[in-house]
């Protein structure tokens, strides 16, 4: 089992940055592909970045594609999301979410994702 716990959201006005973290619980996050998801209010949830567990390979969302960026710690257990240059559309609930083992796929689905946390707020104002 792995659990995973956000942090790191908030308000902040737009142009601004704010880095989220997600801790996870567990031997296998070191070996797992990991990755975020939003859900903005009203919508369902998307993806947003993705990265190996090497830490070697990445992909994002098209609307994300450089002003994002996703990282990761494995001595630390703990992933996290650089988010630059925010506007009042990237207003959402970002969860991380956990690949059961290393596998991978330059395309973000959901439906691959096997633990999910609980998700924080980040809310942009204009």
């Known amino acids: 089992q792995v659990q995973l716990v956000e942090s790191g959201g908030g308000l902040v006005q737009a142009g601004g940055s704010l880095r989220l973290s997600c801790a996870a619980s567990?031997?296998?996050?070191?070996?797992?592909?990991m990755g975020w998801f939003r859900q903005a209010p009203g919508k369902e949830r998307e993806p947003v970045a993705a990265?190996?567990?090497?830490?070697?390979?990445?992909v994002y969302a098209d609307s994300m594609k450089g002003r994002f960026t996703i990282s990761r710690d494995n001595a630390k257990n703990t992933l996290y999301l650089q988010m630059n240059s925010l506007n009042t559309e990237d207003t959402a609930v970002y969860y991380c979410a956990s690949r059961r083992d290393s596998s991978w796929s330059d395309t973000i689905r959901e439906y691959d994702y096997a633990y999910w946390g609980q998700g924080t707020q980040v809310t942009v104002s204009s």
């Open positions: 990265i190996g567990w090497s830490n070697t390979i990445t």
């Open positions: 567990g031997r296998t996050f070191s070996t797992s592909t």
